[in-house]
């Protein structure tokens, strides 16, 4: 970059000339600005290039509207817009805003309000302000275009084109990197074969599947809680609609091959909407890992066992299969809640705590699957779970699933629903219950899980140091006790010397217990916290379908049915979280109690054997 020019720092004026100013010619003041860096730098080995005058000049109208945009970039206001979740501001019709940057995100700029709050608000809400900013810089010989504000509705169109319309358009879904990938494992060319369906719009959205490690204080956890729902939610609020597919097969653009195999039923239970069960229920075991190497033992990866019940053939699978898993099903499914795969470590990947703690997450994530009736039986899933040590017909699966052309907008035709259909007003009063349901849920779930993570804390350092001591103090009691000689007390002391042990071994009991009753609670939470960061997403799909309905009462009866797949859909996966959740949470509550009552009858029997060493006979 060259130094930018201006009065102050050269004592010249081009381009221009005003009272008591004089025009000093460009070239001539280039000339002589040359000739000054020459002198500086004549004793030094430095070649220095002249820059042209056009390059001098442009450099400089550059710096000119970049100081320019940003002493003064305000936006106007066109609707009003109320925040909804943490990380959004509220701002009113006609109010000014200042903003941070004109750089959009999903949609959503970042500025601030008049009543001096800073966040997040639609991008389509507001328009940016030039007025001001072209008038000063057009005397300088440059005029920036204006921006025309979009109406929220075009907004969300021309996000989805751009996002996705030239059919190259692609999304990160995976988790990072956990396991280096084999060259021959995912080639770049499969990066370009994932279709687009014939609507144009892309087949991926963005989602996050590695959840915050749950050993924290309480505050972390609401600043993980904020950072998840400004990221992972409010970004894709006008956007996701378009990105799932669900208005393109709203407005009739899907179009694609159902087969029979490929269908999908919606049946009609006794709550409203479910999915038809799977005919062939199983489930999946997941042995401990072993450690494996390639390369002469240059790498180093963590190998499962996995056994599916249907088949009874043992496959091995490393936590990089089950990430690029992870990534077809969410592309697959838009309103089908994925469980999230256990968090990634970047260090100590082969550490014990880790390896159990990962193993035990991968477990609640295979009850999950294996016990969805649609991800269940889908043919990437069964795949990945059958598929042995052929290479070949391994990567020949690996495509057929990346050019699976019934994503997005096309998986919509794979449903089959009830005959008759939902009450649309019915549908959106659920779904607004259920919005409330996630959130409280979701909340509540941080403070239990900060909560257990605190008291587990507790019991491993200071119960377990509290109890010790008091055992100690027992046993110095004894050990004073001794320097009496006589023998009728020697069984005293050998008693309280035992009630002192005891006392010691409680502590013991007391650190080794959360990982027996507390840990697989916070596990399931996790779990949890994991499907309730992704209903957001799959309700603002079915909102945006109900609205679409409204907005265009002349196609009503197209869109009506339409609307009343993504309808049967959306509540038949909220019905089946609500049944899986109360399956898990009952087991597991049933589960932390029997171990509470065997803990405290193990430390009741410790007591109770101290308590017979005073008796006589001892």
């Given at each position: 970059?060259?130094?930018?020019?201006s009065?102050q720092n050269?004592g010249?004026?081009?381009?221009?000339?005003g009272?008591?100013?004089?025009?000093?010619?460009?070239e001539?003041?280039?000339?002589?600005s040359w000739?000054?860096?020459?002198?500086v730098?004549?004793d030094?080995s430095?070649?220095?290039?002249?820059?042209?005058?056009?390059?001098?000049r442009?450099?400089?109208?550059q710096q000119?509207i970049?100081?320019?945009?940003?002493?003064a970039l305000?936006?106007?206001?066109?609707?009003?817009?109320?925040s909804?979740?943490?990380g959004?501001?509220s701002?009113a019709e006609?109010?000014?805003v200042?903003?941070f940057?004109e750089?959009?995100l999903?949609?959503?700029?970042e500025g601030?309000?008049?009543?001096g709050?800073a966040?997040?608000?639609?991008?389509?809400?507001?328009e940016?302000?030039r007025?001001?900013?072209?008038t000063s810089?057009?005397n300088?010989?440059?005029s920036?275009?204006k921006?025309?504000?979009l109406?929220?509705?075009?907004?969300q169109?021309?996000l989805?084109?751009?996002?996705?319309?030239s059919?190259?358009?692609?999304f990160?879904?995976s988790q990072g990197s956990d396991?280096?990938?084999?060259?021959d494992?995912d080639?770049?060319?499969t990066?370009a074969?994932v279709p687009q369906g014939n609507?144009g719009m892309?087949?991926?959205y963005?989602?996050?599947?590695?959840l915050?490690a749950?050993r924290?204080?309480?505050?972390?956890?609401?600043?993980q809680?904020?950072?998840?729902a400004?990221?992972?939610r409010?970004?894709n609020r006008f956007?996701?609609?378009?990105?799932?597919g669900?208005?393109a097969?709203?407005?009739?653009?899907?179009?694609a091959?159902v087969?029979?195999g490929?269908?999908?039923?919606?049946?009609?239970g006794k709550?409203g909407?479910?999915w038809?069960?799977n005919?062939y229920p199983?489930?999946?075991t997941?042995?401990d890992?072993?450690?494996q190497t390639?390369f002469k033992?240059?790498?180093?990866?963590m190998?499962?066992?996995l056994?599916?019940?249907?088949?009874?053939?043992?496959?091995?699978?490393?936590y990089k299969h089950?990430?690029?898993?992870y990534?077809?099903l969410?592309?697959?499914?838009?309103?089908?809640s994925?469980p999230?795969?256990p968090e990634k470590q970047?260090t100590g990947?082969?550490?014990?705590?880790f390896?159990s703690?990962?193993?035990?997450?991968?477990?609640?994530?295979?009850n999950?699957?294996t016990?969805?009736?649609v991800?269940?039986?889908c043919?990437?899933?069964?795949?990945?779970l059958?598929?042995g040590?052929?290479?070949k017909?391994w990567?020949?699966?690996?495509?057929?699933a990346e050019?699976d052309?019934?994503?997005g907008?096309n998986?919509?035709?794979?449903?089959?629903t009830?005959?008759?259909?939902?009450?649309l007003?019915e549908v959106?009063n659920?779904i607004?219950?259920?919005?409330?349901?996630t959130?409280?849920?979701?909340e509540n779930?941080?403070?239990?899980?900060?909560?257990?993570?605190?008291?587990a804390?507790k019991?491993i350092t200071g119960?377990k140091?509290e109890?010790?001591k008091?055992?100690?103090?027992?046993k110095l009691l004894a050990?004073?006790?001794?320097?009496?000689?006589?023998?009728?007390s020697?069984?005293?002391?050998q008693?309280i010397?035992y009630?002192?042990?005891a006392?010691?071994a409680i502590g013991?009991?007391?650190a080794?217990?959360p990982?027996?009753?507390?840990?697989?609670i916070?596990?399931?939470?996790?779990?949890?916290?994991?499907?309730l960061s992704?209903?957001?997403?799959i309700?603002?799909v079915?909102?945006?379908?109900l609205?679409?309905v409204?907005?265009?009462p002349?196609?009503?009866g197209e869109?009506h049915?339409?609307c009343?797949?993504?309808s049967?859909?959306?509540?038949?996966?909220?019905?089946?979280?609500?049944h899986?959740?109360v399956?898990?949470?009952r087991?597991?509550m049933?589960?932390?109690l029997?171990?509470?009552i065997?803990?405290f009858q193990?430390?009741?029997?410790k007591l109770?054997?101290a308590?017979?060493r005073?008796d006589d006979n001892?």
């Open positions: 970059m060259y130094p930018s020019l009065k050269t010249c004026n081009f381009g221009r000339t009272e008591g100013e004089e025009a000093v010619d460009a001539s003041f280039l000339e002589h000739s000054q860096v020459g002198t730098y004549s030094e430095i070649s220095l290039s002249r820059p042209s005058l056009k390059e001098f442009d450099n400089a109208e000119h970049a100081a320019q945009q940003k002493a305000q936006a106007r206001v066109l609707y009003d817009f109320h909804e979740n943490p959004e501001i701002i006609n109010e000014l200042t903003l940057s750089e959009q999903e949609g959503w700029l601030e309000n008049s009543r709050e966040g997040l608000f639609p991008a389509s809400y507001v940016i302000i007025d001001h900013i072209a810089t057009s300088n010989g440059f920036p275009s921006a025309k504000a109406s929220p509705t075009q907004s169109r021309a989805g084109a751009s996002s996705g319309g059919g190259g358009g692609s990160n879904t396991d280096d990938w084999d060259d494992w080639d770049s060319s990066a074969d609507s892309p087949a991926l963005p989602v996050t599947t590695s915050p749950r924290g204080t309480a505050q972390q956890h609401q600043q809680a904020k950072s998840s400004t990221v992972g409010n970004l956007s996701t609609f378009v990105k799932s669900g208005e097969f709203l407005l009739g653009e899907a179009s091959f087969k029979d490929d269908r999908i039923c919606v049946v009609m709550h909407p479910e038809q069960e005919p199983f489930t999946c997941i042995d890992p072993t450690k390639k033992g240059m790498k180093s990866y190998s499962y066992g056994t599916p019940t249907h088949t009874n053939v043992q496959v091995n699978r490393r089950f990430d690029w898993l990534a077809r969410v592309e697959r499914f838009p309103v089908i994925v999230h795969l970047a990947r082969f550490e014990e705590d390896i703690k990962r193993r035990k997450g991968l477990i609640w994530w295979m999950h699957m016990s969805h009736p991800l269940a039986r043919d990437v899933f069964q795949h990945f059958s598929c040590a052929d290479e017909a990567k020949q699966g690996k495509r057929k050019r052309e019934l994503v907008a998986f919509f035709l794979t449903i089959s009830p005959a008759v259909p939902l009450d007003q959106e659920k607004e219950g259920f919005k409330v349901f959130k409280r849920m979701d779930i941080v403070v239990m899980n900060t909560t257990i993570n605190e008291f804390r019991q119960f140091k109890y010790q008091v055992g100690q103090s027992f050990q004073a006790f001794e320097w009496d000689q006589q023998t009728y020697v069984g005293l002391n008693a010397t009630t002192g042990e006392y010691e013991e009991y007391f080794e217990q990982r027996q009753d507390l840990d697989p916070s596990d399931l939470l996790d779990l949890y916290r994991g499907h992704n209903f957001p997403d309700i603002h079915q909102k945006g379908a609205t679409k409204k907005d265009c002349k196609q009503e869109l049915d339409r009343n797949i993504i049967c859909a959306t509540l038949a996966e909220i019905q089946h979280f609500h899986t959740r399956r898990d949470f087991s597991q049933q589960h932390h029997r171990q509470q065997g803990f193990k430390i009741t029997a109770e054997e308590l017979q005073y001892h």
